[in-house]
């Protein structure tokens, strides 16, 4: 259906915003520290025009099985966290967080459609939160910058939807450039566009959904996030970034608990290995890069604990069959993996992990190349 079908009348502009991969950083952004993810070309698409009455009407392309003519009515001065329910929550989220931090939001029509896969690990939800957030913020005149824009999509997924995510998927979502991965500074909010050509140098970086979404996700990565604070309380530490790599043998005999050690090596070590991957492709090293995203998968399925039997198929086969390396990405318990191979092995890599998924018993992933597309703008 277009804005048209639905709401009658034409929309003032459309807005984009992009999901994203992680390179390498996972888990690290509510610790204070580093990650590297690159916006995907596939987008949701917000068609939108302003309102001054206080109704928000929200409709989506993508929401399958409706009651009535699937839109959702509210009223902006009504909204209250838990206030929507299903993807609705992630929009009217944003609104509430604009009015709440004081921006004149009256108001709006929006129509959506996505070619981001959901559950896939890929930020669907951020890619809805920022294309909301950006076409309010030129159809209201509020003033915002991007990366102000993506803390407030964090505010209105932490505060209304009720997901305590950290900042990177917004920031990615709301700041990459295409041709370009984003070296963020979770806690300083600084970030470098770092260049990721990978076709000059004949490599791929390959994208593979599992299709499989384990249900334990979300209460899990709560209590990942709690056991890191636990973590940084028992060493004294702000935040887990304030521990120093050089120290962490001995940092870790001060933690009584076997799974808050884990928890605590793995983000360590993971900024460390943030900070590898960019000095390896500074030094136009693309390929050296590959044995770190490796180390990275061993890191969230051994110590952080996040990974699957799919994910762990994935990495092993790929790596088996040629690849220069591989890990899950996102937040983990299904999802997608990320494969960086040469061009000349794509073939043999995707059918190696199709053979070994047949031979498991496993749906085949679906399967694409990470192209670092631009984030969120207007059309
Ligand atoms: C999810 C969260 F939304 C991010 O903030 C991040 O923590 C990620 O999981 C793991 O790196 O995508």
């Known amino acids: 259906m277009t804005f048209h079908e639905v709401y009658g009348g034409e929309p003032d502009g459309v807005w984009a915003a992009p999901g994203r991969v992680n390179l390498i950083g996972e888990h690290t952004d509510y610790n204070d520290g580093f990650v590297l993810p690159l916006a995907l070309p596939h987008t949701t698409r917000v068609h939108a025009a302003r309102r001054d009455d206080g109704v928000l009407r929200l409709h989506s392309a993508d929401s399958g099985a409706q009651t009535g003519d699937g839109v959702v009515r509210l009223r902006v001065d009504e909204l209250e966290p838990a206030g929507a329910a299903g993807w609705a929550a992630y929009p009217a989220g944003v609104v509430w967080a604009l009015r709440t931090a004081g921006l004149p939001v009256g108001g709006a029509d929006l129509h959506f459609e996505s070619t981001v896969p959901t559950g896939a690990g890929l930020s669907s939800s951020a890619a809805l939160e920022v294309s909301t957030a950006l076409a309010l913020n030129d159809l209201h005149g509020l003033g915002q910058d991007p990366a102000g824009l993506a803390r407030l999509c964090q505010r209105a997924e932490n505060d209304f939807v009720g997901v305590p995510c950290g900042i990177m998927d917004q920031m990615a979502s709301a700041c990459c450039t295409e041709g370009h991965a984003l070296f963020l500074d979770a806690r300083e909010l600084t970030w470098r566009q770092v260049p990721f050509d990978l076709a000059a140098e004949g490599l791929k970086l390959l994208v593979m959904d599992t299709r499989v979404k384990h249900e334990l996700g979300e209460g899990e990565y709560a209590k990942r996030r709690a056991g890191c604070e636990e973590g940084a309380r028992q060493l004294g530490v702000p935040a887990l970034r304030d521990v120093p790599y050089e120290r962490l043998d001995e940092e870790l005999t001060r933690i009584a608990t076997p799974e808050v050690r884990g928890l605590v090596r793995h983000i360590v070590s993971e900024n460390r290995r943030v900070e590898d991957v960019i000095r390896l ?28 039997d799919e994910l762990d198929l994935v990495v092993e086969t790929a790596n088996a069959a040629g690849a220069l390396g591989a890990r899950m990405t996102g937040g983990g318990f299904g999802g997608s993996a990320i494969v960086l191979v040469e061009d000349a092995l794509t073939d043999k890599v995707t059918e190696a992990v199709d053979a070994a998924f047949d031979a498991a018993g496993y749906r085949r992933p679906r399967v694409f190349p990470a192209l670092p597309g631009r984030g969120a703008h207007a059309e």
């Not at 044995?291 to 990275?296: F, I, K, S």
């Open 281 to 308: 492709l500074d030094a136009g090293d693309t390929r050296g890069i590959g044995t770190v995203l490796t180390d990275g998968h061993a890191s969230v399925r051994d110590d952080f604990r996040i990974s699957c």
